[in-house]
């Protein structure tokens, strides 16, 4: 499920960033970038992902050390009717509590750091959304880097996204859990509120609504949606879409 994870995050990403003022196309990209990548990071609690594997050792001790942390902590809160559990993977980090503490985190951080920390910020992003859409995003995002330094100040585009980016962060993770509770498992996000006797209660639509990862609902339905959606939330992508359409019907009326 890792690319639907990462065209949601990214699809979540433009529709935010004009509500939290990054309203160019720069800034919208580079946001989104970071939120399609940050929407990958809740799965860091499982050592096959991706996220987890990104960095080698460097990603692969986080992924450790977050699996021991968030098994310590569920055996700690969990309520009389939670599941017999280790309680690493979909826990600790498929969390609201999470996504608002590393959203929290990376708003100091970059303020802290200034748009060098910004920048690392969105790379990070970038090197995660590639890992799961493939190795071409890597190639997408050099002709975006070009084209920002022909185009815009990228230090001063940048510098504007100072403290943004931990909304980015916020929301790409939140957008992953989402995601999650769609799926036949579900996703207990809103721990630590009890529900039903269970602490890290997973939250899911009725039966019908969900779907297994990795099959055709997700892969004929969920994907291809968002693909289109990818497309036609990037700024000025709709005004252009339909300013052709009427150009061509136009002259086709001639």
């Known amino acids: 499920m890792g690319r639907t994870h990462a065209l949601t995050g990214w699809c979540a990403g433009l529709a935010v960033a004009p509500v939290v003022g990054a309203g160019s196309v720069h800034q919208a990209v580079a946001f989104a970038a970071t939120t399609a990548g940050f929407a990958l990071l809740p799965d860091l609690d499982h050592p096959g992902a991706g996220a987890s594997r990104l960095l080698g050792p460097i990603t692969g001790a986080v992924s450790w050390l977050l699996r021991r942390v968030s098994s310590a902590l569920y055996a700690l809160t969990k309520g009389p009717r939670d599941e017999r559990h280790h309680g690493m993977h979909r826990h600790l980090s498929h969390t609201l509590l999470f996504a608002v503490g590393l959203g929290a985190l990376t708003m100091w951080g970059t303020r802290a750091g200034g748009w060098y920390a910004v920048a690392g910020v969105v790379l990070f992003g970038v090197l995660l959304a590639a890992d799961a859409l493939g190795d071409w995003l890597l190639l997408v995002a050099g002709g975006a880097a070009a084209w920002w330094a022909l185009t815009a100040s ?72 968002f693909v289109v959606l990818a497309v036609l939330l990037v700024p000025g992508a709709w005004h252009g879409l339909t300013g052709l359409f009427e150009q061509s019907t136009v002259q086709a009326g001639q």
């Open 154 to 225: 990228a230090a001063g585009e940048l510098r504007e996204l100072t403290g943004w980016l931990g909304v980015a962060v916020a929301v790409g993770c939140f957008t992953h859990c989402l995601g999650d509770a769609l799926t036949e498992a579900g996703c207990p996000f809103l721990f630590p509120v009890p529900i039903a006797g269970e602490t890290w209660y997973e939250l899911r639509p009725p039966g019908f609504l969900r779907f297994r990862t990795g099959k055709r609902v997700e892969n004929l339905l969920v994907f291809p949606v």
